[in-house]
């Protein structure tokens, strides 16, 4: 079984600062992209970032300039920093990979966006 965990998700003012974590365990054989997503109250899910094995990333108009997406590949770990942050951001943040897992003795793949974690809640106050 493989799971994704999201921690770092807190209560900060306008202006503030926030690193976010997602660690991957279980079953993988190996990680692709990894990804960070959010969803407000009332608003569907929403990409903010993706960062390939490579390092190569992707961060969406609204986030370019604040966030930065990194990870660890020998962690399993994805990372959201995350800058100047304004009350819009606030948000359940969810991470999600493209991965390859064992599932008894079968070798399965799930994309981007099959596979979420539980979330961390942000919430940012003006």
């Known amino acids: 079984q493989v799971r994704l965990v999201e921690s770092g998700g807190a209560l900060v003012q306008a202006g503030g600062s926030l690193r976010l974590s997602c660690a991957a365990s279980?079953?993988?054989?190996?990680?692709?992209?990894m990804g960070w997503y959010r969803q407000a109250p009332g608003k569907q899910r929403e990409l903010v970032a993706t960062?390939?094995?490579?390092?190569?990333?992707n961060v969406v108009d609204y986030a370019k300039g604040r966030f930065t997406i990194s990870r660890d590949n020998a962690k399993n770990t994805v990372y959201l920093q995350m800058n100047s942050l304004q009350p819009e951001d606030t948000a359940v943040y969810y991470c999600?990979?493209?991965?390859?897992?064992?599932?008894?003795?079968?070798?399965?793949?799930?994309?981007?966006?099959?596979?979420w974690g539980q979330g961390t809640q942000v919430t940012v106050s003006s």
């Open positions: 999600s990979a493209d991965f390859t897992y064992y599932s008894g003795s079968y070798l399965l793949r799930r994309n981007l966006g099959d596979y």
């Open positions: 279980g079953s993988i054989l190996s990680i692709n992209a």
């Open positions: 960062i390939n094995s490579g390092g190569s990333t």
